[in-house]
């Protein structure tokens, strides 16, 4: 049973989420790392004095203006199924109900939201739904193609572009896009991405304002990040709800929070934002469950007092144990520790991370996220010293037997994706017929559906997109973890008309 499963490793050393990271204790007035040993005797519904999520007229409604003032948020709404949802609700109020489809009239696409390619599958499916234009503001840079290949000087976006999941866009791109298509009012990037890497959200959010455009932010991997400020980070960690309209954290993932707790935080700090709480609110109440995990929401709470009250000292600690932690890996020789702006994010880059990855399960030591070149550890303050010294004697172990079988390994790869914005909408219209097919046989041929790896469920490649053979090179290798495909067969369209 998958209990069984579980509970076997449940000793196990995690490097994932969620970011409690099983760790439990007796609350009694007195806040830790962790999850309330007896949570579950406190499912229960909304009833008289529980409140209901979706009026909020009682303690939820405390508790979600306690959150709103600790992000300095208009509103932060509290989510229990997931930062997906977030993106659900605050792309869908958005939704135009004209039926205005794809227009290119000189002046760009009208009614549309601005995307960069490295979107979480969440966003596509917000705008599949919601029957929005998206602008992919495409900024993939190949740092290896480009002569940068030196793993001492390569930073984690740009192995990223190697690997074919799309670099963060640059602010030239983004206000590039905006003046191409003046009519789209709307922009939505993810800043941390999966690796740790920010956006500068300060000069974007800035940008935005000028042109008016309203800024979704996916901060999914940034809960935490407002008490990373006051330590020797860089300057782009920031609030990220700070620099948006609309800021979506996955509280789950970095806090300790039950899985599916996140916030969603809404201000309206400009004209062209006025009303946007309440639709919002409005889109959110399609898309919850009438039925939130009581649990959930009480560690979301208690998460915030967490880290009101212990958080700067928490993290304070934590910046010691990994800074120490990295500088003994640092002499290591087959394993480069990336840069990150997010020091609670260790992505180490070595040129087997799948046999990396294995080691590390044999010793029953867990990452989040392996890719063609980088293993993935997401760390939090529920991690000690003694935890961390474990997993730098299994990482020592590994590199020391690297050292006496070093094997060839993956070349660099990269998505070949146009450098300019992707207008993918309309291609519905004008595609004639479909059929299935093994990936290697679709080459050449336009995807129907967005293809992609999970994690981090970000597309290699887009709808509307002609296969190339380095599309069919990376897929091939993350069996098991491809999303967009039928049965094992990719759909593809018999021909385009244009
Ligand atoms: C960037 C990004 N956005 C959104 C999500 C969705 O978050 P959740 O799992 O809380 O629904 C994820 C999940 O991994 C993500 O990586």
Known sequence: MLYDVIKKYR???????????????????????GIPADLLELDITELEYSDNLLIRAGILKVASENAANYFGADKCFFITSGATTAILSA????????????????????????ISKNSHISVYNAIEIT??????????VDNYANGVNN??????????????YSDLPTLEQIESAFKRHKGVKVLLLTSPNYYGKV??????????????????????????????????????????????????????????????????NVSERADYTKGLVNRVDASLKKFHTTSPSYPCL???????????????????????????????LDKLKHIKVLDTDD???LVLKTKCAKALESHLVANRIYPELTDLARVVFIITPADTESELDTLYSVLEAFDIARENDVRESVTS???????????????????????????IDALGKTSVYNVGIYPPATPVILKGEVVTKKHIKILSQFKGRIYGLQNGKIAVYDSIEH
Not at 11 to 33: I, M, N, Q, S
Not at 131 to 140: P, Q, T, V, Y
């Open 11 to 33: 000793c196990a050393l995690r490097f994932h989420t969620p970011g409690a990271k099983g760790r439990v204790y007796k609350y009694d007035k007195t806040l830790e790392w």
């Open 91 to 114: 792309v869908y109020s958005f939704k135009r109900n004209d039926g205005v489809k794809a227009k290119n009239n000189g002046g760009g696409t009208t009614g549309g939201i601005f």
């Open 131 to 140: 029957g929005l234009n998206s602008i992919i503001i495409d900024s993939c």
């Open 151 to 164: 793993a001492d000087k390569v930073s984690a976006d740009s192995v990223c572009a190697s690997n074919g």
């Open 199 to 264: 956006l500068d959200i300060k000069s974007i959010y800035a940008l935005c304002k000028k042109y008016s455009v309203t800024f979704i932010l996916d901060a999914a991997h940034g809960a935490h990040f407002k008490e990373l400020a006051g330590l020797k980070v860089s300057d782009l960690i920031k609030n990220p709800t700070q620099y948006s309209d609309i800021c979506i954290l996955s509280a789950h993932k970095t806090l300790p929070v039950l899985t599916g707790g996140a916030f969603l």
């Open 298 to 328: 009480i560690t979301l709470d208690l998460s915030i007092h967490y880290l009101q009250s212990k958080g700067a000292a928490a993290y304070a600690s934590l910046f010691q144990r990994v800074s120490a932690l990295k500088q003994r």
């Open 343 to 345: 020091f609670t994010r």
């Open 413 to 439: 790869t990269t998505a070949s994706h146009d450098n300019t914005s992707v207008d993918n909408t309309g291609v519905d219209n004008i595609a004639v017929g479909k059929g299935d097919l093994d990936l």
